[in-house]
């Protein structure tokens, strides 16, 4: 059987063109990821019967396959933050996060998410996902130890330090190594089966939704067991379906800068068939430009003390920022070439630990013959490093503002990784954009007025996060968890049809 | 009455709702600018009855503010081209114009435009526009003079020339002065009223489109001396009511980059109707991020023998390119402020003839002072400025690829005008996305399937244009004018219904 149906997501089928009702339900929710799970649990505690219906034959989604650290806090802080001394602030959290996403912020959204942020975390707690009372000091793109909290985004960094007091709020979930993701996954799928109201139909495609003669949103079609059936809602449908990372023409489309990168994050569902269901019954996608892109250029964290220059020789990014902020701005740059410059010291265990795997383009005993071997324009890297390094001695970065605990004077012999984009290194994409929603998960139109019995939520949702350069880590599990709920509770709370 | 619809353009009226049909129309037309009128003519001239509904009291559009400048070449060359002694190929227009585009090209739209360009001309001189056989030598954002050829794009700039044999392919009216708009629109105009077949409605606003069972569009509503009436259509609406630059909202929610600038460029009805109304029965918008923004430079022309720098001391862009795409890598700038360094003598009457209106934020006797006038930071505009002087001797712009013509060292006294973003300076922006159509105008949903009945042409649609980075003046008109008649075309050979 074709994995390609005939039913085009983009057309609905309509109320007359249904023969019979083969299931029905009061709300269904199309993937069972962390969103999904989350919704249907929390629907299912509003009193629903709901059905999840997941594509792949087992759950998971792309959370299984992250890290799953949550991003949380504000409110004086979590508990964990407590217990790491950290005291945060609702404000704080907001103004980051606002800076993050930049001037398509939703800041309804955001402050929803933020002045609820010590709610969620006790609700997961509450659920079962243990967080271990415990600070990981060292930079690291994922933590490997089973500490409960550090900083996974650029609240240290220029230019957020600058306008909100930094504080950790990456939430890592208490086992060793980098299995969050399937701890994660486990615990929501043990509280799903608990759950006698949520029926799971696993290898079920839903293929698009029904629409009665008002447009609202009353059921889907879904296919199972190489047969067609049609689903009715009760209350609604809750899209939580992943992005569209694995959809090459919509990234080109939509996302074009994404094509920069060589290796799309995801799970193989994330075809954007939920955004383009969503659309095909007048929901707004917005933010679809807007995806994360990054070079794991930590570990190891002493990667932080180099700096980053162009074909020029010029730095343009304060190195402490977060990978994906990093990222952000190599793609951006009309440049042919673009190095990471590093004393040996700093490139220290580089080849057994780094994610990014830049090969070395070349190295220098004086910083002259780097420049040399770079094919540089001569004294260019030379001026670059001779300012840095006074800086570095002087503690502050007049020129890209790192911070002063990562200034250290590049002493020869240098080594420099070509980090080019298109040139070997690791460059990991995924999306951002997707249907635009309320904070209570009811898809909207572009006018902003609610479409009747659709909610979405996770990655088909334009959720908080909407840019590389402000991408946290622990921001996607968080929005996906959070969202997940808040479109469940909705779901459950309007009247059966 | 409220200038604001009950209506939501978001929202299609459907078939049973129609109560009755006030008027009715082969092929309906909404917006009466250059694409609009276009649109009208040939569909007219394909036996077709047309209505071109307008919004305002008058025809014109954005292409009447416009130069109306327009962009053609390739197929040996126009007869302008030809006659000014430039022989023009088709692959280096296309190669240039899908460098422009960049990853999110419609290869089979510009193909298209490139290939027939040559035809377009023809047509546009057989419905009486008039182009002088002479070519206007001096580097010009507009040509005030009544000459019909001249550069209007990155042609002769890195990375462009690199790759594409430069060639000028900006036409312009034969009319002195910037007033090539108002005559391409009287001329247009002209052409419609002499067709009986088209009826002009004007102060007519279209509040949203009809559609039948099937989801083809079979009407729109329009609202007439405060009336509402149904529009049949026996063959297809096309839209080429603008985009949406006038909709602060939608330019938040789709377009952010463009926040950074500060006038936006259109006429008061681009309010992105057209769009949300093509939307609206599940047509596709595209690139809606993308958008023109600009820091218009020059004239004067030896404003182009200067340099930009950041806040760093660094040039960053090679300062001979289109002024469009200097624009665009100023906006991305991760830098507090940017400046432009030149001589008094290539400062020269700036005040004079600039649309710019950036203030002087410094002068110097030497580099040195103007370095710590400008609270940059020791030595690095002396690097810039040593380097770049030694490239101009040289003769080749090691650093950022301007072109040997405009390498001429920069010998104090300097002046530096202050072209932040934010701090006074024009910065002008247009949108570039809008509804995903095939090369004939047909409007397609996301998965390009066409939507029966519907047409879009000009900002409407997403066109050959795609990126303020590869934009060239031309463009706009070119397209608009091209895409609305390719548009009239395919609507007026659809069976009646």
Excluded at 435 to 456: H, K
Aim: with cysteine; glycine share 12%; charged share 20%.
């Amino acid at each position: 059987m074709s994995d390609k149906s005939k039913i085009n997501p983009s057309k609905p089928r309509k109320i007359r063109d249904v023969a019979q009702w083969d299931l029905e339900t009061d709300v269904a929710v199309v993937g069972f990821g962390g969103a999904g799970g989350c919704a249907a649990i929390e629907a299912a505690d509003a009193g629903s019967n709901v059905t999840l219906f997941e594509v792949a034959s087992d759950n998971g989604g792309s959370t299984a396959m992250s890290s799953a650290e949550i991003y949380m806090g504000g409110n004086g802080g979590t508990r964990v933050q407590q217990a790491c001394g950290f005291e945060d602030s609702t404000e704080d959290m907001i103004t980051y996060m606002m800076m993050s996403a930049g001037p398509q912020a939703d800041e309804a959204k955001i402050r929803n998410y933020c002045e609820n942020s010590t709610d969620h975390f006790q609700w997961l707690v509450d659920i079962g996902i243990p967080f271990k009372d415990s600070f990981h000091k060292e930079r690291a793109i994922m933590c490997l130890t089973d500490d409960g909290l550090l900083y996974t985004g650029s609240e240290k960094a220029y230019p957020f330090a600058q306008q909100a007091k930094p504080c950790p709020r990456g939430h890592n979930l208490h086992v060793e190594g980098d299995n969050g993701g399937p701890l994660f996954m486990k615990i929501v799928a043990e509280n799903v089966d608990r759950r006698e109201a949520i029926t799971v139909a696993y290898e079920t495609r839903v293929l698009t939704l029904i629409v009665d003669e008002e447009d609202s949103v009353v059921g889907l079609v879904i296919r199972q067991n190489q047969k067609e059936l049609n689903v009715r809602t009760h209350q609604g449908v809750i899209l939580c379906a992943g992005g569209f990372v694995m959809n090459e023409e919509m990234i080109r489309k939509y996302a074009p800068m994404l094509t920069a990168g060589n290796t799309p994050i995801g799970n193989p569902g994330d075809t954007g068939t939920g955004i383009l269901m969503g659309m095909s019954v007048g929901g707004a996608a917005i933010n679809m430009h807007e995806g994360f892109i990054t070079l794991p250029y930590y570990p190891p964290a002493s990667m932080t003390k180099g700096i980053v220059i162009n074909d020029q020789g010029q730095r343009f990014i304060n190195e402490d920022v977060y990978h994906g902020r990093l990222g952000a701005f190599v793609v951006r740059q009309q440049s042919e070439r673009v190095y990471f410059i590093l004393s040996v010291e700093q490139y220290g265990d580089y080849e057994r630990v780094s994610y990014m795997g830049s090969g070395v383009a070349g190295t220098g005993e004086t910083v002259q013959e780097l420049e040399e071997e770079l094919e540089l324009r001569e004294g260019t890297l030379q001026q670059t490093i001779k300012v840095y390094n006074e800086d570095c001695v002087s503690g502050k970065d007049t020129q890209c503002h790192k911070a002063a605990e990562w200034l250290e004077p590049l002493v020869p012999p240098l080594v420099a990784l070509d980090i080019t984009p298109g040139r070997g290194s690791f460059l990991p994409f995924f999306t951002l954009g997707g249907l635009d929603t309320l904070p209570t998960g009811e898809v909207v139109d572009p006018q902003r007025d609610v479409i009747p019995g659709l909610y979405a939520a996770g990655r088909t949702a334009c959720g908080v996060v909407r840019r590389a350069e402000g991408y946290s880590s622990g921001m996607s599990v968080g929005d996906a968890s959070f969202s997940g709920r808040l479109a469940g509770k909705q779901a459950a709370a309007r009247a059966r049809s």
